[in-house]
C-alpha cells in the first residue's frame, strides 16, 4: 500500500502563497495520478487538481487561476501551489493517488490543516 | 463545477439498509462510468469504498455496493452497522477533465 504525507507550513497570511508537499513512499509517483484535495473545517471535500504521470495537470476550474501541481521523481513527492489566498482557502489539504483510468483515489495523506491568517 | 447533490442525512437502524443518492448532470454522472464513493470518519481522510460506479477495492465489505442511473448514482449499505456511522462523499469525473465531490451525507446509526 502506498502511503504519502503531507508538510508544509500550517499558518499563511492573507495575500501570500500556500505551499505544500506530498511525499509518497511504498510506490512510484511516475504511474498514476497525484492529487490534492481540500476540506474548510465542518464543510465537505472539494477537488484541487491532479497531475498525471506524463506531467500533464488538471485543476479545479474555480482555483485554475491560483493553483499549480508539479511533481518531482527523483525525490518521489509532488506539490501544490495556491497563490494569493484569503481566509477561504483555510482548510484541511489532503493529498491522495489517483488510479489511472478509473474514478478510484485509493491512498490518502493523514491531512494537514493551513489556515490563513494574520 | 457545481457539487454533486446528496442528501444531507440519512439514518438507519443496525441491521436494515439505507441509500444514499447523488445527483449530478449528463456532463458528469450522466455522462461517464467514474462514479466512486468515500467514507469518512470525523477528524481522519476519506475512504474510497466504491469506484467506477459499482467496483469495490480490495478489503471493502460486500455490504457496500454502488449504482447508477442516469444522472444519479447511488450507494447502498446493507446490514447497517454502528461502524458505518460516518460521513460519505460521492465523486464523478466531468467532461471538462477535472473531479466533483457531493455536497456530502451524514450516515447515522439509531
Known amino acids: 500500500q502506498v502511503q504519502l504525507q503531507e508538510s508544509g507550513p500550517g499558518l499563511v497570511k492573507p495575500s501570500e502563497t500556500l505551499s505544500l508537499t506530498c511525499t509518497v513512499s511504498g510506490g512510484s509517483i511516475s504511474i498514476n495520478h497525484w492529487s490534492w484535495i481540500r476540506q474548510p473545517p465542518g464543510k465537505g471535500l472539494e477537488w484541487v487538481g491532479y497531475?498525471?504521470?506524463?506531467?500533464?495537470?488538471s485543476y479545479n476550474p474555480s482555483l485554475k487561476s491560483r493553483v499549480t501541481i508539479s511533481k518531482d521523481t527523483s525525490r518521489n513527492h509532488f506539490s501544490l501551489k495556491l497563490t494569493s489566498v484569503t481566509a477561504a482557502d483555510t482548510a484541511v489539504y489532503f493529498c491522495a493517488s489517483w488510479i489511472t483510468g478509473t474514478s478510484a483515489a485509493l491512498d490518502w495523506g493523514q491531512g494537514t490543516l493551513v489556515t490563513v491568517s494574520s | 463545477q457545481s457539487a454533486l447533490t446528496q442528501p444531507a442525512s440519512v439514518s438507519g437502524s443496525p441491521g436494515q439498509s439505507i441509500t444514499i443518492s447523488c445527483t449530478g448532470t449528463s456532463s458528469d454522472i450522466g455522462g461517464y462510468n467514474y462514479v466512486s464513493w468515500y467514507l469518512q470518519h470525523p477528524g481522519k481522510a476519506p475512504k474510497l469504498m466504491i469506484y467506477d460506479v459499482s467496483n469495490r477495492p480490495s478489503g471493502v465489505s460486500n455490504r457496500f455496493s454502488g449504482s447508477k442511473s442516469g444522472n444519479t448514482a447511488s450507494l447502498t449499505i446493507s446490514g447497517l452497522q454502528a461502524e458505518d456511522e460516518a460521513d460519505y462523499y460521492c465523486s464523478s469525473y466531468t467532461s471538462s477533465g477535472t473531479y466533483v465531490f457531493g455536497t456530502g451525507t451524514k450516515v447515522t446509526v439509531l
Open positions: 497531475i498525471s504521470e506524463t506531467g500533464g495537470t
